[in-house]
């Protein structure tokens, strides 16, 4: 959070408007463990619930964008404000994405439900992908609740698992496909589920780089590690 502003109605605006963004954060986040579990026990009544509650998401989005220009209207900050909430701007877009994908991961596990794929495709197996998906989209939160620097590096880190775990997923799917042709369609439903659940890892590392942006000042996507572990020092 910014440092005490010379008006009080600033500081509360700001505070409203970080408030918001957890609070958004929090559904995308409750989303997303509603359509693992829709997942992992095709369960087509929790998937139904999900794709309901997306236009919650895309409602919050709206408001939150309505409070920052609201926000810079009447305030017109600068520096440091300026570059808060044009980052929590961000922030709020790829929540808003997450939560999409999130919906086409209820949408595929309908799809799988409905037309009956076979159970011996390896679903499960795209329980740690999604675990740590989770857990990154999590920890981005509580980065963005204390601005840790930190914690957004290991979560920009973590993002690479997310994405190995999805590589090795799609190379035993194709063995999948080629040993049998009957298990290309469902297969091709498992590999789009894969894709949203690595796209939420994504978002949760695009947020991690907007606390960096906000606490140091510096845009540091395609950024090296190297670089960014000395922002955090």
Do not use: C
């Not at 600033?10 to 986040?29: C, H, I, K, P, Q």
């Not at 929590?88 to 595929?108: F, H, P, Q, W």
């Amino acid at each position: 959070m910014s440092d005490k502003h010379l008006s009080s109605q600033f500081d509360a605006d700001l505070n409203t408007v970080s408030t918001r963004v957890l609070e958004m954060g929090g559904l995308v986040e409750s989303q997303l463990h509603q359509a693992l579990y829709a997942l992992v026990h095709l369960s087509l009544e929790t998937a139904n619930q999900v794709i309901e509650n997306e236009a919650r998401v895309n409602q919050m989005e709206r408001e939150i964008d309505h409070d920052i220009t609201s926000t810079i209207a009447r305030r017109q900050p600068t520096a440091r404000d300026l570059r808060f909430l044009m980052a929590i701007s961000r922030t709020t877009s790829n929540l808003e994405r997450a939560g999409d994908e999130v919906t086409k991961v209820a949408r595929m596990v309908k799809s799988i439900i409905e037309n009956g794929s076979p159970r011996s495709l390896p679903i499960s197996e795209l329980r740690l992908a999604a675990d740590l998906a989770a857990a990154l989209m999590r920890k981005s939160l509580d980065a963005f609740a204390r601005l840790d620097t930190a914690m957004a590096i290991e979560i920009i880190k973590g993002d690479d698992a997310v994405d190995v775990e999805y590589d090795g997923f799609l190379r035993k799917l194709i063995t999948y496909m080629m040993e049998d042709p009957r298990k290309i369609t469902p297969s091709l439903d498992l590999l789009f589920l894969a894709k949203a659940i690595e796209r939420v890892g994504d978002h949760a590392k695009n947020i991690a780089e907007s606390i960096i942006y906000i606490v140091k000042g510096e845009d540091v996507r395609h950024t090296s590690m190297e670089t960014l572990e000395r922002l955090a020092q």
